[in-house]
């Protein structure tokens, strides 16, 4: 049943174009030798029936051409039977469906030349029909202007409609194209800062062996020695990171002399919000607790980027910072009485790299407009 519907759906308008030419044939067969029937020879008329109506079958492939062969079939068929056209009243059906079709041409001026066409072929029915008349060519006439304009107004409607799926298809290809960007460039840089982080504490392991073992007494031969392969692995590592992760850092970057800001900067943070003109209150809650570098490091981009966001996106008056320290959890809100807009960066780019960071340590992150009014940045990170 559904595949005859769909066959249905597809096919119908053909369905009526051979049903069509069934009836035109019984017509000029059962007009053959009436007065006001077709007065050309039978298996001309039969021919004629089918070369008028068969183009419209090649519509979806010729969408001007096939009306336009409809046009010049009329055209040769009235000079040998000017009888035909005007006799068999599936030809004026046939003649309504091309000018319609003509209409819904997506070119303006291959329309207009198709309305034409169609007003000069029915021009010569008129003139030709033996029994024709002027009434009837004008009532014709407005018959086919109607259809043509009210395929003319779809068409254009449907252009439309399509232009804007298409804009908006392009955009949200470009907006999917942006926000992969932002993750490769995030994690790049995720990566980048993880290295500092890394590099700068085993640094500090390699520098803490060296030094215990060189404060070893002589006959510690033993501990010597594995202190002479941590600090020599030490080393080794420091060598392949920074040539595995050195290919990401840009040009313009140098590996970092000292750790990543942390949550003990925040003060600082919230000083210079205060200093580009956004008032900002921080609050810690519960007792801090001891952040891996890495995941210290995210808490404070964080924080960084709601500050960033309420200041330069989001036109805010005041802002607030809380951070909130749980059992194995700490918890970082920022909120602001801005737009409360989505796309708090032009197209949410920040956000996108704040997900991936929050993401690579297990932890959740909510953003969005607050029922109140402004915005609020909300992420809960596992301390373990």
């Not at 559904?2 to 174009?17: G, K, N, Q």
């Not at 319609?100 to 997506?106: A, D, E, K, P, Y």
Request: net charge neutral; hydrophobic share 45%; proline share 5%.
């Amino acid at each position: 049943m559904e595949t005859f519907l769909r066959l249905a759906r597809r096919y119908w308008f053909e369905a009526l174009v051979l049903a069509g030419i069934g009836v035109g044939l019984a017509g000029v067969v059962a007009g053959q030798g009436r007065t006001d029937g077709p007065t050309g020879p039978l298996w001309f008329d039969v021919l004629a029936i089918v070369a008028i109506l068969s183009p419209l079958f090649a519509r979806r492939r010729f969408p001007f051409g096939a009306p336009v062969a409809v046009g010049g079939a009329v055209v040769l068929t009235t000079f040998v039977d000017p009888r035909v056209t005007p006799y068999a009243f599936v030809t004026f059906l046939a003649g309504c469906a091309a000018v319609f079709l003509v209409g819904l041409v997506r070119d303006r001026s291959l329309a207009a030349a198709g309305l034409a066409l169609a007003l000069g072929v029915e021009a010569l029915v008129a003139y030709k029909d033996p029994k024709g008349n002027l009434g009837a060519f004008i009532a014709t006439s407005i018959v086919l202007a109607i259809l043509w304009t009210i395929a003319f107004a779809l068409s254009r409607k449907f252009q439309e409609a399509d232009e804007a799926k298409e804009r908006a298809s392009r955009a949200e290809r470009e907006r999917e194209e942006r926000a992969r960007t932002a993750v490769t460039e995030e994690r790049a840089r995720i990566a980048r800062e993880l290295h500092d982080v890394v590099g700068h504490s085993v640094s500090v392991m390699t520098v803490q062996a060296s030094a215990v073992r060189r404060l070893l007494r002589p006959e510690q031969q033993r501990e010597r020695e594995s202190l002479l392969i941590v600090e020599q692995t030490g080393r080794e590592a420091l060598a392949e990171m920074r040539r595995m992760v050195g290919v990401l850092r840009r040009p313009e970057e140098a590996p970092a002399l000292a750790p990543q800001p942390s949550l003990e900067h925040l003060n600082k943070l919230v000083e210079h919000a205060r200093e580009a003109g956004l008032p900002v209150e921080l609050r810690i809650e519960g007792d801090p607790l001891p952040l891996p570098a890495g995941l210290d490091l995210t808490a404070y981009r964080l924080v960084q980027e709601g500050l960033t966001n309420a200041l330069k996106h989001a036109r805010a008056q005041h802002a607030e910072v809380l951070v909130h320290y749980s059992d194995g959890h700490v918890e970082l809100t920022v909120t602001d009485d801005g737009r409360g807009a989505g796309d708090r960066d032009g197209g949410g780019h920040g956000l996108v790299g704040m997900r991936e960071r929050v993401t690579v340590y297990g932890g959740e992150l909510e953003a969005g407009p607050r029922p109140e009014g402004g915005y609020r940045l909300r992420a809960r990170l596992p301390v373990g």
